[in-house]
Every structure is written in structure tokens, then in C-alpha cells.
């Protein structure tokens, strides 16, 4: 079952998952276009009957920046880091039950340190708690991997399952590497949702 609408840019570009409701609203009012409908399956509304549609294309390219700054949320930051404490290593099934996944920030917060992608890290809430208001270089706790801001194709993805048409797309445009990457994403979120 397709969860979401692959948005394309003009340019083919993967843009980001769009739920269903609003691919058609941009279809409807012809913002974008039908560029893979699920097979047999259709929507209908009392004037007009439309394909459901598995990916879609803008019918205007929008710029999007080079560093596309999307807000960091756990959901994206624990993805990024694989769901592992950065600092003990542990994957989140290896956690004690009165563990969890938290936000740390490299530069606290209270030293005056921001939440962007380059300063957060994911870490078990004992680590979080051992490396309180310190600097990694204050404490000797340094992150397993520097983190860096990933590419907002891959956070739009971290969580979500593609289809077979959907990852055709993003191997078209990005290769078969990223749609790995992604692939190995999935399945971990899944393995902890599941
Ligand atoms: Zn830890």
C-alpha cells in the first residue's frame, strides 16, 4: 500500500514524500501532474474520478537551497545516527528499559550552543546525562561519527517506505547508492517500530 505521493521537481528531482490528500489537491489545481498512478486503483469525488497517484511531478521548478536547513527532530536526528548512542555505542534494542534515545547537544545549550544538525548528536540518556553541561574535549567523550547535516532526500525518506515506482525514481536521480542507503534506513525504522 503506497503511504505517501513521491514529490518531483520539474527537473525530475525527488523533492519529498507528500501524503496522498495533498497530491491530489496540486494535481487538482493543476500545481503538478501524474507521473505514476497505482494500478488499479482509483480516487473518486463527486465531479472527477483520478488515478492514485504514486509520484507526481511540479509543473513549475522551485528553487530549493543547496543546504536545505529542514528543523531537526528526533525522528530524523535518531535516523541519521542509526539509532545508536553516539558516545557508547549501543543500538536503541540494546538499551536498559529505563533508557532512552535523547537529543545531545556537542556545545550545550547552555554554553551557548545551537541545535543545528553540526551540533547534535544522538546519545543513550545515561551518556546524556554522564556528559551533562561539558564539551566533548572537557569530558573525553567525542561522538563515534562528526555529525554532519545529512541530505534532506535522505530525512524525507529515514521513516518511510517506497514503493518499487518510488525508488525507481530516487535510483534514477540520486543512483543506487543513496536508494541503498535509504533502503538500510527503512529497515532499521521499521525493525523499531515493528
Ligand atoms: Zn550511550
Known amino acids: 500500500m503506497i503511504v505517501g505521493c ?6 525530475f528531482e525527488p523533492l519529498t514524500m507528500v501524503p496522498l490528500k495533498r497530491a491530489l489537491r496540486l494535481v ?8 505514476e498512478a497505482e494500478q488499479g486503483r482509483a480516487i473518486r469525488s463527486e465531479r ?9 511531478r511540479l509543473t513549475r521548478f522551485i528553487h530549493v537551497p543547496r543546504k536545505f ?7 530524523f536526528l535518531f535516523a541519521r545516527d542509526e539509532y545508536r548512542c553516539q ?15 535523547t537529543r ?16 547534535v548528536v544522538t546519545a543513550c540518556s545515561s551518556c546524556n546525562t554522564r556528559k551533562s ?25 529515514a521513516v518511510r517506505r517506497l514503493t518499487p515506482i518510488q525508488s525507481r525514481y530516487i535510483r534514477m536521480f540520486y543512483g543506487a ?7 538500510v534506513l527503512e529497515q532499521r525504522a521499521a525493525r523499531r517500530i515493528g
Open 87 to 101: 558516545y557508547c555505542g549501543r543500538p536503541a534494542q540494546e538499551l536498559k528499559p529505563r533508557e532512552a534515545l
Open 28 to 35: 487538482i489545481d493543476g500545481k503538478a501532474e501524474i507521473v
Open 104 to 119: 545531545d547537544h556537542l556545545v550545550p545549550l547552555s554554553r551557548g550552543g545551537t541545535n543545528e544538525w553540526t551540533n
Open 6 to 11: 513521491l514529490a518531483l521537481n520539474a527537473s
Open 177 to 183: 547508492e543513496t536508494l541503498h542507503h535509504l533502503e
Open 69 to 75: 536547513r529542514r528543523q531537526v527532530t528526533n525522528t
Open 133 to 157: 553541561n561539558r564539551l566533548p574535549s572537557e569530558i573525553g567523550m567525542h561522538p563515534l561519527h562528526q555529525p554532519v547535516e545529512p541530505h534532506f532526500v535522505h530525512l524525507s525518506w
Open 48 to 56: 472527477l474520478t483520478l488515478p492514485r497517484p504514486a509520484v507526481i
